[in-house]
Protein backbone atom coordinates (compact mmCIF):
# COMPACT_ATOMS: atom_id res chain seq x y z
CA UNK A 1 0.00 0.00 0.00
CA UNK A 2 1.39 3.30 -1.03
CA UNK A 3 1.54 6.00 1.63
CA UNK A 4 2.33 9.57 1.60
CA UNK A 5 4.03 11.00 4.70
CA UNK A 6 3.77 15.02 5.09
CA UNK A 7 5.39 16.68 7.02
CA UNK A 8 6.49 20.74 8.10
CA UNK A 9 4.09 23.69 7.48
CA UNK A 10 2.39 25.51 9.92
CA UNK A 11 1.96 29.24 10.64
CA UNK A 12 4.47 31.82 9.69
CA UNK A 13 3.84 35.51 9.28
CA UNK A 14 4.31 37.77 6.02
CA UNK A 15 7.93 37.36 4.45
CA UNK A 16 8.68 34.32 6.53
CA UNK A 17 9.85 30.76 5.17
CA UNK A 18 8.17 27.38 5.70
CA UNK A 19 9.43 23.90 4.27
CA UNK A 20 7.44 20.69 3.53
CA UNK A 21 8.45 17.30 2.83
CA UNK A 22 6.61 14.23 1.45
CA UNK A 23 8.05 10.76 2.01
CA UNK A 24 6.62 8.04 -0.38
CA UNK A 25 6.09 4.34 1.24
CA UNK A 26 4.96 1.19 -0.54
CA UNK A 27 5.71 -0.44 -4.03
CA UNK A 28 5.13 2.96 -6.84
CA UNK A 29 5.42 1.52 -10.22
CA UNK A 30 8.26 3.91 -12.19
CA UNK A 31 7.71 7.61 -10.54
CA UNK A 32 7.08 9.91 -13.32
CA UNK A 33 6.83 13.11 -11.03
CA UNK A 34 6.73 14.05 -7.52
CA UNK A 35 4.99 17.37 -6.69
CA UNK A 36 3.07 19.82 -4.69
CA UNK A 37 -0.24 21.18 -4.98
CA UNK A 38 -2.62 23.40 -3.02
CA UNK A 39 -6.14 24.31 -2.44
CA UNK A 40 -7.46 27.65 -0.57
CA UNK A 41 -10.60 27.83 0.74
CA UNK A 42 -13.46 27.83 -2.14
CA UNK A 43 -10.47 27.62 -5.05
CA UNK A 44 -9.39 24.58 -7.04
CA UNK A 45 -6.29 22.76 -5.95
CA UNK A 46 -3.40 23.94 -8.33
CA UNK A 47 -0.22 22.86 -9.27
CA UNK A 48 2.88 24.45 -7.10
CA UNK A 49 5.53 22.71 -8.31
CA UNK A 50 6.69 19.51 -9.40
CA UNK A 51 9.88 17.89 -10.47
CA UNK A 52 10.27 15.30 -12.99
CA UNK A 53 12.23 11.58 -12.74
CA UNK A 54 15.52 13.50 -14.49
CA UNK A 55 14.97 16.76 -12.49
CA UNK A 56 13.49 19.10 -14.12
CA UNK A 57 10.74 21.51 -12.81
CA UNK A 58 8.04 23.32 -13.39
CA UNK A 59 6.49 25.80 -11.25
CA UNK A 60 3.52 28.03 -10.96
CA UNK A 61 4.19 31.44 -12.02
CA UNK A 62 2.91 32.63 -8.69
CA UNK A 63 5.85 31.25 -6.78
CA UNK A 64 9.09 31.30 -8.89
CA UNK A 65 11.47 32.97 -7.13
CA UNK A 66 10.36 32.43 -3.83
CA UNK A 67 9.46 28.28 -3.62
CA UNK A 68 12.33 25.49 -4.39
CA UNK A 69 11.16 21.99 -5.23
CA UNK A 70 14.24 19.42 -4.68
CA UNK A 71 13.96 15.60 -4.49
CA UNK A 72 16.22 12.43 -2.71
CA UNK A 73 15.39 10.18 -5.22
CA UNK A 74 17.08 7.43 -3.47
CA UNK A 75 14.57 8.39 -0.06
CA UNK A 76 11.47 9.00 -2.79
CA UNK A 77 11.39 12.05 -0.53
CA UNK A 78 10.02 15.23 -2.26
CA UNK A 79 10.73 18.37 -0.45
CA UNK A 80 9.57 22.19 -1.36
CA UNK A 81 11.40 25.50 0.67
CA UNK A 82 8.90 28.42 0.62
CA UNK A 83 10.09 31.78 0.91
CA UNK A 84 8.84 35.39 1.28
CA UNK A 85 5.48 33.87 2.26
CA UNK A 86 2.24 35.64 1.26
CA UNK A 87 -0.99 35.73 2.81
CA UNK A 88 -2.54 34.47 -0.62
CA UNK A 89 0.06 31.75 -0.47
CA UNK A 90 -2.61 30.91 2.49
CA UNK A 91 -3.86 26.80 1.85
CA UNK A 92 -3.81 22.97 1.85
CA UNK A 93 -0.30 21.81 0.75
CA UNK A 94 -0.94 17.99 -0.72
CA UNK A 95 1.79 16.28 -1.63
CA UNK A 96 1.55 14.07 -5.37
CA UNK A 97 3.42 11.58 -6.93
CA UNK A 98 2.84 10.42 -10.25
CA UNK A 99 3.50 6.87 -11.23
CA UNK A 100 3.61 5.41 -14.46
CA UNK A 101 0.03 3.66 -13.48
CA UNK A 102 -1.11 5.46 -10.68
CA UNK A 103 -1.41 9.07 -9.27
CA UNK A 104 -1.02 9.14 -5.56
CA UNK A 105 -2.28 12.32 -3.04
CA UNK A 106 -0.66 12.79 0.36
CA UNK A 107 -3.49 13.87 3.28
CA UNK A 108 -2.71 17.51 2.77
CA UNK A 109 -0.76 20.21 5.32
CA UNK A 110 -1.66 23.51 6.43
CA UNK A 111 -0.12 26.83 5.62
CA UNK A 112 -1.05 29.83 6.96
CA UNK A 113 0.72 33.43 6.43
CA UNK A 114 -0.42 35.80 8.33
CA UNK A 115 -0.51 39.72 7.14
Known amino acids: QVQLVESGGGFVQSGGSLWLSCAASGSIFRIVTMGWYRQAPGKERELVAL???????NYADSVKGRFTIARDGAKRTVYLQMNSLKPEDTAVYYC?????????WGQGTQVTVSS
Open 51 to 57: MTSDGGT
Open 96 to 104: NVAGFINNY
